[in-house]
C-alpha cells in the first residue's frame, strides 16, 4: 500500500502569510493526488486534483504542485476562513490514501 | 446539482448491526464510483473502499474486511454501508462521496452519518 505523509501535523501563520503544506508519497503516484479541506464540524470538501488542477469555485490562494512522490499545498495568502485541517489524498490506486492532516491556524 | 443525502444518526449497542443510506441526485447514479470514508472523533480520514455503481463490485481497503459490506439499490440511485457486529471503536463519522470526473478522487460528499456504539 502507498502512504502518504503530510508535513508539518499542524502550522500556526499569520494573516496574509504564505502557507505551504507538503505530502510525500511511499512510491511514485504520478500526479495522481487530491487535496481536501475540512473546517471545523464541516463535511471535507475536495480543492485540487491531478496534484495541481484547482477544483471549480476554489479561491486561486491555493495552488498545487510536485509529482511522482512530491507533492504540495500552498495557499498564498493565508485568510481567517482558511482555519481548517488539509489532506493529502492518493488515487493512483486502491487503497486510496489520505495523509494524516495538517491543522492550519491563525 | 449533484447532491449525496445520508441517512441520519444511530446509536446501536455492541454487537448490533447498522445500515447507512446514501441516496445520489443530479447526474447518471451508475457513471460513477461510490467511496466510503470513516472518521473517528478527532481524527483523520479513512478510506474505507468503493462500490462500482454499474456492476455492483464493491472493493474493501484493510481493516474493512469482513463487518463491513457495500450495497447498491440502483433503482432509488442509493448505495449503502452495511456494519455488522458493531464494536465501540466503530464509532465514527460515514461519509459517502462520489467520484471525479477525470479521476478517482472524492468529488461530492455527503452530509456524513454519525454512528455511536455505546451500551
Known amino acids: 500500500d502507498i502512504q502518504m505523509t503530510q508535513s508539518p501535523p499542524s502550522l500556526s501563520a499569520s494573516a496574509g502569510d504564505r502557507v505551504t503544506i507538503t505530502c510525500r508519497a511511499s512510491q511514485g503516484i504520478s500526479n495522481y493526488v487530491a487535496w481536501y479541506q475540512q473546517k471545523p464540524g464541516k463535511v471535507p470538501n475536495l480543492l485540487i486534483y491531478?496534484?495541481?488542477t484547482l477544483q471549480s469555485g476554489v479561491s486561486s490562494r491555493f495552488s498545487g504542485g510536485g509529482s511522482g512522490t512530491d507533492f504540495t499545498l500552498t495557499i498564498s495568502s493565508l485568510q481567517p476562513e482558511d482555519v481548517a485541517t488539509y489532506y493529502c489524498?492518493?488515487?493512483?490506486?486502491?487503497?486510496?490514501?489520505f495523509g494524516q492532516g495538517t491543522k492550519v491556524e491563525i | 446539482q449533484v447532491q449525496l443525502v445520508q441517512s441520519g444518526s444511530e446509536l446501536k449497542k455492541p454487537g448490533a448491526s447498522v445500515k447507512v443510506s446514501c441516496r445520489a441526485s443530479g447526474y447518471p447514479f451508475t457513471t460513477y464510483a461510490i467511496n466510503w470514508v470513516r472518521q473517528a472523533p478527532g481524527q483523520g480520514l479513512e478510506w474505507m473502499g468503493w462500490i462500482n455503481t454499474n456492476t455492483g463490485t464493491p472493493t474493501y481497503a484493510q481493516g474493512f474486511t469482513g463487518r463491513f459490506v457495500f450495497f447498491l439499490d440502483s433503482s432509488v440511485s442509493t448505495a449503502y454501508l452495511q456494519i455488522s457486529s458493531l464494536k465501540a471503536e466503530d464509532t465514527a463519522i460515514y461519509y459517502c462521496?462520489?467520484?471525479?470526473?477525470?479521476?478517482?478522487?472524492?468529488?461530492?460528499w455527503g452530509q456524513g452519518t454519525l454512528v455511536t456504539v455505546s451500551s
Open positions: 491531478g496534484a495541481s
Open positions: 462521496v462520489r467520484g471525479g470526473h477525470h479521476g478517482d478522487y472524492l468529488f461530492a
Open positions: 489524498q492518493n488515487y493512483v490506486s486502491a487503497p486510496r490514501t
